[in-house]
């Protein structure tokens, strides 16, 4: 007979989040025929993999200058484990100069293996689980989520508004997390557009946190994958361009700017850890921290997005700009698709407009479960994501998340009158006192 050993045995236990996800999952695959408001992915008109070899190529000759090597040597060091701290860093901190004013050493980032690793190194080299506290805006990404709750690391929700966390409720949060003696470590929050609600973080309220996060030795996690993917208004500067203090550990990917399957992200991290008389950077411990967990970053996809920047002399501003045309009329398909199915008929159904990224969230007059997720694909060919799974405090019960990046815009128009064919269908049963 197998070993078997006991669920309680284990280190990673259930939490409901994390099924809902993997459920969600699931429900795609058992109706590929439905339309998706589900994926969060990025739009594949940017992947472009037939210049990957030409960036490689482009990425070893820049390397070979710089470091006056032969092209060979390159190519070799390329094939090998590389430095842990990454091999495309100045290009990084030219990409962040140019299009976010924001002034870096090399020294001052870490490359990662996607923005999800990014995290993990944070909570591996900031968190001891029996006395630190992750606090997250409400509601929150749920990948960060996931991984402290992987590691016995506990999470505590702060209420938002609408820009953004709620300073009178970041006080009280971290007060009753000291009650039960433990310690609040760390703020994440996605200030521009975030996942899943694609709000906007207000200049005040960014001014606001930093000084209250200095003030209570909390550090700001600001993880910044939709940032560029800007429709309107002019842009907020990052929390880590007004950061001051060096309180913000920044997390960047180029998973939406080229593609995810490259699996770049970075850390950028400018805080000091005073030993004995000396203050080091922090940077070196998560870099440490890192080699453990997977060595160093992939040289070969780190060459691959070092060519993609040198190919837009480092600026991503300009080669987006057709991308975020594209993902702005799927957002204004979706909105005026919304309009025309719920404005008049159902004007107890809301939703926000959000100034860029991939998301928006559209407000009900009933609750849902995922049961009810089920259903809508089942019977009504729409897969949709409950604002729910991403919360704990059970404000976002009644509340759907409407990915608008990757379903094919023809499809947008038709996702939405099904989705009004299951709300009317939802409200009938209710009202006839039918089990949904």
Not at 2 to 10: C, R, T, V, W
């Amino acid at each position: 007979m197998s070993l078997i050993i006991e669920a309680s045995d284990l280190s990673f236990q259930e939490h409901a989040n994390l099924n809902a996800m993997r459920f969600l999952n699931e429900v795609i695959e058992r109706y590929p025929d439905a339309v998706s408001f589900a994926s969060g992915r990025p739009s594949e008109i940017n992947t472009q993999p037939k210049k990957w070899f030409q960036y490689i190529e482009q990425f070893s000759h820049y390397l070979a200058k710089t470091q006056n090597k032969s092209h060979q040597e390159i190519v070799n060091l390329l094939g090998q484990y590389g430095d842990t701290r990454g091999i495309i860093n100045p290009l990084i901190a030219k990409q962040l100069y140019l299009d976010e004013g924001i002034t870096l050493e090399r020294e001052d980032i870490l490359v990662t293996n996607g923005a999800q690793e990014g995290m993990v190194i944070c909570l591996d080299t900031l968190f001891s689980p029996a006395h630190d506290v992750l606090l997250v805006t409400d509601p929150a990404y749920i990948g960060i989520t996931g991984a402290a709750r992987i590691k016995g690391i506990d999470v505590v929700y702060v209420e938002c508004d609408s820009e953004g966390p709620i300073i009178t409720a970041l006080a009280l949060s971290i007060k009753n997390i000291a009650t039960s003696g433990k310690r609040a470590r760390a703020i994440y929050t996605i200030p521009d557009f975030s996942n899943p609600c694609g709000r906007t973080m207000s200049l005040e309220r960014r001014k606001e946190l930093l000084a209250f996060c200095y003030a209570y030795g909390l550090f700001v996690l600001e993880d910044s994958p939709y940032r560029l993917f800007r429709y309107t208004h002019q842009p907020q500067p990052t929390l880590l361009a007004l950061d001051e203090k060096a309180v913000v550990i920044y997390i960047g990917t180029f998973a939406k700017t080229l593609c995810p399957a490259v699996r770049i992200g970075y850390l950028i991290c400018r805080t000091r850890v005073k030993r004995s008389e000396q203050f080091m950077p922090l940077i070196d411990d998560m870099t440490r921290v890192k080699s453990f967990i997977s060595v160093n970053t992939g040289n070969i996809a780190q060459a691959i997005v070092g060519g993609f920047l040198l190919e837009n002399n480092c600026s991503l501003k300009q080669t987006i700009q057709g991308i975020n045309k594209h993902y702005q009329e799927k957002r204004d398909r979706l909105l005026l698709s919304l309009a025309h199915f719920f404005a008049e008929q159902y004007p107890t159904i809301s939703w926000n407009v959000p100034d860029g990224g991939f998301f928006l969230n559209l407000k009900l007059p009933f609750d849902l479960t995922m049961q009810d997720v089920e259903h809508c694909a089942a019977e009504f060919g729409v897969i949709v994501v409950p604002t729910a799974i991403f919360s704990d405090s059970g404000c976002y019960n009644n509340v759907l998340r409407l990915s608008f990046s990757y379903v094919e815009s023809d499809m947008i128009e038709e996702g939405v009158r099904r989705l009004s064919c299951f709300i009317a269908d939802s409200r009938e049963r209710m009202k006839s006192g039918i089990d949904k």
